[in-house]
């Protein structure tokens, strides 16, 4: 009430400043605020999010990521980089029974570029089959790739155009792709059954 008093005295033109005491963390350097049974705070990897119900998506996650996965009790990775994924990872893998489906697609900044319609629907399959949820997809930096698979999957759940573009910008910020946004429009999702 007193603030719309003071817009009305000084004609709607309020403007007020906000100093930050300290600079702003990113998400990669916020905890979740969630611990473990050790006491242990748990960082979630950049780009973190929960696509569905039993699918998230994310960066490529690294060791001080580890606790915070290990707390989604993942049953299943879905990779989309081509480069093999790191021995300390596949520990972290194996000693936590979670099964790694890779599916290597070149990451690439020409417009021209084909993303792989083929590799994208056998990574659908693998998403959709909810014997392997929880589950997680991630790339390098959970913006393209990761991007573009969860748009296909976001058609499948018949989501408008502008939804799964105003989701894929929201990830990808100022490095969406064009040629990322026309995969999507283009991808033919009668194909593929959603059965969940």
């Not at 100022?174 to 026309?182: I, L």
Request: charged share 25%; glycine share 6%.
């Amino acid at each position: 009430m007193k603030l719309d008093q003071e817009l009305k005295q000084e004609g709607g033109n309020v403007c007020r400043t906000i100093k930050f005491v300290e600079p702003l963390r990113t998400l990669s350097t916020m905890a979740t605020g969630k611990v473990d049974a050790t006491g242990e705070v748990l960082y979630p990897p950049l780009n973190f999010s929960m696509v569905d119900y039993g699918i998230y998506r994310s960066s490529f996650p690294d060791s001080a990521n580890f606790s915070f996965l290990k707390s989604l009790d993942l049953r299943s990775i879905v990779y989309l980089c081509p480069e093999a994924y790191p021995e300390h990872n596949l520990e972290f893998l194996k000693s936590n029974r979670i099964q790694l489906f890779h599916f290597g697609i070149e990451g690439t900044k020409e417009s021209f570029y084909d993303i792989p319609e083929d590799t994208i629907r056998e990574a659908l399959k693998v998403v959709l089959d909810v014997r392997n949820h929880p589950l997680l997809i991630h790339c390098k930096r959970g913006k393209h790739r990761t991007g573009c698979l969860v748009g296909c999957l976001r058609k499948m759940q018949k989501w408008s155009l502008l939804s799964i573009f105003d989701e894929y910008r929201r990830f990808a910020a100022a490095k969406a792709r064009v040629s990322d946004q026309k995969f999507m429009e283009l991808f033919d999702a009668s194909s593929l059954n959603l059965k969940r």
